[in-house]
């Protein structure tokens, strides 16, 4: 086997766990290795420290697959690490599914995701030495899962990069184009062609069951309150308004609720299931409110949820503009400073919520694009912050890896000192259980969750 020497001062990332080999850390390559074959790495003594696959095409030029000398990636060595992802997952989602059964790195399978809906996988072969091995990991996975479909979605730009083209399309079976899951006991759509990345995102899924205190307890605020009532000649404990009117309304005590970046609608569906009284759902993309919509619509929703297709900086900042013209018109002044409130808002616009939820994209590919994603993140936590009532909750996550945790919430402290608010954190999270981290490789790092409640100074 080729194998590649490593410079003597190359940094001991491998010894700590990390997979990744870069092309500046290469001092020699013995043996004339072909892309994508496998190679021993070795230090600058000569002492083994791994063996992965290697392109020299791509800046990180091998990509550890086993601490162990092995001979080939072939179907065996397939079965015997999905068998182990599959395990992992049955331990920690237990009954669930539909989740994350491959990824990557954190799988010791650099370079593969695969995501389950039920009986049908999707895949991303995202290197040269799995997009080799394709016809052994789509063996493999019939052999262990027993799927009915597998559909690849390999239709990202990160191929490029190991001089690949982008691809996508069935690769076994049937594979319907919409699916249908469970998650936390919500019914969901997924569009598995056209839907961002492999369809769903299943990193949120524990984030999203923990919105779940925020939805209720908000009554009070309407002056209604649970009062002990004859009717039909019983004693009942029913909601009552400050005019001693019965309320019928359900959901009489949940909260107000905004959800950015909605996607398929997975926190609207979320807050409805925890009793949430009105959610305005926000997405950019059309086809992604009508996912949104079909899974409302799945799980009885309708009546509750409200859709907006906008851009979420735009929204925003329109709703706080009223919000602040508002504020003016109900100080009228004098002189001068007086406000014509005869003439109508100018925005038509100026709603506020009890929690605001943000979950936006990457705003941070790389390194150089950390600065302008710290102003997007302080853009849209200062304006959603402004439009959570007092006492109410921000809810908010970046998915940049390159966005450190230290430097995301300092991006938000700073938002709420323009904003004139203090925060208190509730909940600090990352990604969910079949989203596994290996120690010592930051870029697994990626999803921050954070809850804060959000008072005026």
């Given at each position: 086997m080729a194998s590649?020497?490593?410079?003597?001062?190359?940094?001991?990332?491998?010894?700590?766990?990390?997979?990744?080999?870069?092309?500046?850390?290469?001092?020699?390559?013995?043996?004339?290795?072909?892309?994508?074959?496998?190679?021993?790495?070795?230090?600058?003594?000569?002492?083994y420290l791994g063996t992965g696959y290697y392109?020299?095409?791509?800046?990180?030029?091998?990509?550890?697959?086993?601490?162990?000398?092995?001979?080939?990636?072939?179907?065996?060595?397939?079965?015997?690490?999905?068998?182990?992802?599959?395990?992992?997952?049955?331990?920690?989602?237990p009954g669930e599914t539909a989740y994350r059964l491959v990824y990557g790195e954190a799988d010791f399978l650099p370079g593969l995701i695969v995501d389950r809906f039920g009986d049908v996988l999707v895949i991303q072969l995202l290197?040269?030495?799995?997009?080799?091995?394709?016809?052994?990991?789509?063996?493999?996975?019939?052999?262990?899962?027993?799927?009915?479909?597998?559909?690849?979605?390999?239709?990202?730009?990160?191929?490029?990069?190991?001089?690949m083209e982008q691809v996508k399309g069935p690769l076994y079976g049937e594979c319907p184009r919409h699916v249908?899951?469970?998650?936390?006991?919500?019914d969901i759509v997924v569009d598995i062609v056209e839907g961002q990345k492999t369809g769903y995102f299943f990193d949120q899924r524990e984030n999203r069951a923990s919105i779940e205190p925020l939805m209720t307890g908000w009554g009070g605020r309407s002056g209604i309150a649970l009062q002990d009532v004859e009717q039909d000649g019983m004693i009942k404990n029913l909601p009552v308004n400050k005019s001693g009117g019965i309320v019928t309304f359900p959901y009489w005590d949940g909260a107000t609720v905004l959800e950015c970046f909605s996607h398929t609608g997975s926190f609207t569906l979320h807050a409805c299931k925890y009793g949430a009284k009105k959610v305005t759902c926000l997405d950019i993309s059309q086809h992604a409110i009508e996912s949104a919509q079909a899974n409302v619509e799945l799980n009885g929703f309708t009546d509750r949820v409200e859709f907006v297709v906008d851009d979420a900086f735009q929204y925003l900042r329109t709703q706080v503009k009223g919000v602040e013209e508002r504020v003016k018109r109900s100080n009228t002044g004098t002189g001068k400073n007086k406000v014509d409130t005869s003439k109508p808002m100018t925005t038509g616009a100026g709603r506020t919520w009890d929690v605001v939820i943000l979950d936006p994209p990457a705003?941070?590919?790389?390194?150089?694009?950390?600065?302008?994603?710290?102003?997007?993140?302080?853009?849209?936590?200062?304006?959603?912050?402004?439009?959570?009532?007092?006492?109410?909750?921000l809810v908010t996550a970046s998915c940049s890896y390159h966005m450190r945790p230290d430097l995301f919430l300092e991006t938000i402290q700073d938002a709420a000192a323009d904003a004139g608010k203090i925060l208190r954190l509730i909940e600090w999270r990352a990604a969910g259980k079949d989203h596994p981290q290996i120690l010592g490789v930051d870029e697994g790092h990626y999803l921050k969750f954070a809850i804060f409640e959000v008072r005026s100074k």
């Open positions: 590649v020497i490593l410079q003597r001062s190359q940094k001991k990332r491998l010894e700590h766990g990390h997979p990744w080999v870069f092309k500046s850390e290469i001092a020699t390559v013995e043996g004339d290795p072909e892309a994508g074959q496998l190679v021993s790495v070795l230090n600058h003594q000569k002492k392109n020299p095409a791509s800046q990180i030029t091998v990509r550890i697959v086993s601490y162990r000398p092995i001979e080939s990636m072939d179907q065996a060595f397939f079965t015997e690490r999905l068998q182990n992802c599959l395990q992992h997952r049955e331990r920690f989602t290197t040269l030495g799995m997009d080799l091995c394709r016809n052994d990991i789509v063996a493999s996975l019939i052999e262990v899962m027993h799927p009915e479909g597998i559909y690849e979605r390999s239709d990202v730009s990160v191929r490029e990069l190991e001089g249908n899951v469970r998650e936390n006991g919500l705003f941070a590919k790389n390194k150089s694009a950390v600065q302008g994603a710290c102003r997007g993140y302080k853009d849209i936590n200062l304006h959603g912050m402004k439009l959570v009532n007092e006492g109410g909750y």
